[in-house]
């Protein structure tokens, strides 16, 4: 029963992380960035799951209940002679529904994406199938390792101290950065298909590191 109790927690825990609905909602105009009119016919494509066109005034609306833990909705703008224009909600400085985005016209040499789509894709195989499974696999040893000191320190810090930082594939830039984060991204690409995703998984590093290294100091000794 105890190694029940102690398997269910970390269990339990992930399945908060990885469970809840989520209403999805913008509204706002595109406009030219230089000659300030507003842009009709602009995709926007969201989260790789619904795509929407502003209207003759550049207007555009969107709303939808997402199912399961799939993050902060990202748009991703594009419309030929344009360059392709990444939005993610929560590094936007205006109001989700109000919002005024610019396009700038495109160079006809000039790229349209800084990174490429597959290395996005490929993160979210790294992430899904590599560093989730290995923080898991950290988490279980941890619990039933018997002896090892501060147990529910070393949980908490592989549930949580994983930094995350969100890429844009468009220049590039930072668009999100997660000081902390779950262990587990099964979401990743639906939730995040326009950024690449960067996991370090610092808890689990630390963990290992300090095990292979100085065991005797993190596990009491049998008397």
Request: glycine share 4%; with cysteine.
């Amino acid at each position: 029963m105890k190694i029940l109790n102690r398997f269910l927690v970390p269990v339990f825990a992930l399945l908060l992380l990885t469970s809840c609905d989520t209403l999805f909602s913008s509204k706002g105009q595109v406009i030219d960035k230089e000659t300030r009119q507003p842009l009709s016919e602009v995709k926007i494509n969201m989260k790789n799951i619904d795509t929407v066109y502003s209207d003759s005034a550049g207007y555009y609306s969107y709303h939808r209940v997402m199912h399961g833990s799939t993050g902060a909705l990202e748009m991703l703008l594009s419309k030929e002679g344009y360059q392709s224009k990444h939005v993610s909600f929560r590094s936007a400085k205006t109001d989700p529904q109000n919002m005024l985005i610019e396009m700038e016209r495109q160079e006809a040499a000039q790229a349209d994406s800084l990174v490429d789509r597959c290395w996005v894709s490929a993160m979210y195989y790294i992430n899904m199938y590599v560093i989730s499974l290995l923080n898991v696999l950290t988490l279980l040893f941890v619990v039933f390792r018997k002896g090892l000191k501060r147990k529910v320190l070393w949980i908490c810090g592989i549930l949580l101290f994983n930094p995350t930082f969100f890429l844009s594939v468009t220049d590039g830039s930072i668009v999100r950065f997660f000081p902390l984060n779950g262990p587990v991204y099964l979401t990743h690409f639906s939730a995040y298909p326009f950024s690449l995703k960067i996991v370090l998984p610092l808890g689990m590093l630390l963990f290992w590191s300090l095990y292979l290294w100085r065991r005797n100091k993190l596990v009491k000794e049998k008397s």
